[in-house]
Nanobody, 124 residues
Framework: QVQLVESGGGLVQAGGSLRLSCATS????????MGWFRQAPGKEREFVSA????????NYAHSVNGRFTMSRDNAGNMVYLQMSRLKPEDTAVYYC?????????????????WGQGTQVTVSS
C-alpha cells in the first residue's frame, strides 16, 4: 500500500507564501508522475499541478500558473508545492496524489493513490 503524507499547510495572509510537502516511502516513487489537487468547501476537487517522473515537465492550472511551483526530490521521495502570492480563493484542502504512470496529467482519474490532505487557509 502506497502512503502519501502531506505537510506544510496553515493560515497565511493574502499575498503570503507557503510550501507544501508530500512524503512517500514507495520505492517506485521515482518512476511515477505526481500531482497536487485541492478541494474548497462546497466545491469539487480540482487539479492544481502535476510533475512528470523526472521533474523535467510540469503542468499547472490556469488559476495558479505563475504563482505556484511544483518540484520533486526523487532521492528523498519528496514532492513540493511552493505557493506564492496566495489569494483567499486558494483556501482549500490540498491533496498529493500519485499518477498511475510517468507523464503529467490533470485528470484525477489518472491518479490511484492519495494523501489525507493538508488545510491551507488564506485570509484577506
Amino acid at each position: 500500500q502506497v502512503q502519501l503524507v502531506e505537510s506544510g499547510g496553515g493560515l497565511v495572509q493574502a499575498g503570503g507564501s507557503l510550501r507544501l510537502s508530500c512524503a512517500t516511502s514507495e520505492r517506485a516513487f521515482r518512476w511515477h508522475a505526481m500531482g497536487w489537487f485541492r478541494q474548497a468547501p462546497g466545491k469539487e476537487r480540482e487539479f492544481v499541478s502535476a510533475i512528470d517522473w523526472s521533474g523535467g515537465s510540469t503542468n499547472y492550472a490556469h488559476s495558479v500558473n505563475g504563482r505556484f511551483t511544483m518540484s520533486r526530490d526523487n532521492a528523498g521521495n519528496m514532492v513540493y508545492l511552493q505557493m506564492s502570492r496566495l489569494k483567499p480563493e486558494d483556501t482549500a484542502v490540498y491533496y498529493c496524489a500519485r499518477h498511475v504512470g510517468s507523464t503529467v496529467s490533470s485528470s484525477s482519474t489518472d491518479y490511484n493513490y492519495w494523501g489525507q490532505g493538508t488545510q491551507v487557509t488564506v485570509s484577506s
